[in-house]
């Protein structure tokens, strides 16, 4: 497949992945494919090619979780950005999602500075896995994320701690902040909504 093929599914997958704020790791144990990973870039050129259309028919798409954790295992390695690594997601019902992925925390912490031996982020060093439970919620062409839970090694953290994590390795020249959980935001390609059910998610256009 090439570049451009990679890039639509890039989008996908951050629509996908949305509920969490940025490509995580090691949840399900689902299985890891060439196959798979091609079906789901096979399934992005459709939807790009359909958003590009001048009468962009409805259209259902159904990505699995082995699609998705395939991509993100074969592909995604070289598009993550340094410091994140091994994400996988799983998808259950009624639109959450659990994702994972190992983290160097060391810059984050650097950035943080130290608020005292009670404060959790002084404790962080070098990689370690990073977790967060939250519901993709989508309608109209937008999205939001109502994050549940998040944890790093197992120990529950707050939210703000996991903002500055996701802030830090999502910021970008056009977006020297980073990404915002509580933020809204639109969706790419046309998508008007993304429906996470257990083990896979249905995107409409």
């Not at 060093?125 to 549940?148: C, F, H, I, K, Q």
Request: charged letters at 20%; a positive charge; hydrophobic letters at 45%.
């Amino acid at each position: 497949m090439n570049s451009i093929a990679r890039r639509v599914a890039g989008l996908l997958l951050c629509s996908v992945l949305a509920a969490t704020g940025w490509p995580t790791g090691s949840a399900a144990e689902s299985k890891i494919s060439r196959q798979a990973a091609d079906r789901l870039l096979g399934k992005a050129i459709a939807i790009n090619a359909n958003a590009l259309a001048a009468r962009p028919a409805p259209a259902r798409t159904t990505v699995t979780e082995e699609e998705l954790n395939s991509f993100l295992a074969l592909d995604a390695p070289a598009q993550l950005p340094v410091g994140v690594a091994e994400p996988r997601v799983e998808m259950l019902a009624g639109g959450r999602v659990i994702a994972r992925a190992l983290v160097d925390l060391d810059a984050v912490r650097k950035q943080h500075g130290s608020g005292g031996w009670l404060d959790v982020a002084s404790y962080l060093r070098g990689r370690l896995p990073v977790s967060a439970t939250g519901t993709l919620r989508t309608t109209e062409g937008m999205a939001r994320v109502d994050l549940e839970s998040a944890e790093i090694y197992g120990v529950r953290i707050p939210k703000s701690l996991l903002q500055e994590v996701v802030a830090y390795y999502t910021r970008s020249s056009e977006n020297p902040r980073g990404l915002d959980l509580d933020a809204p935001f639109p969706l790419p390609a046309r998508i008007r909504a993304i429906e996470v059910q257990r083990g896979q998610a249905i995107v409409l256009q």
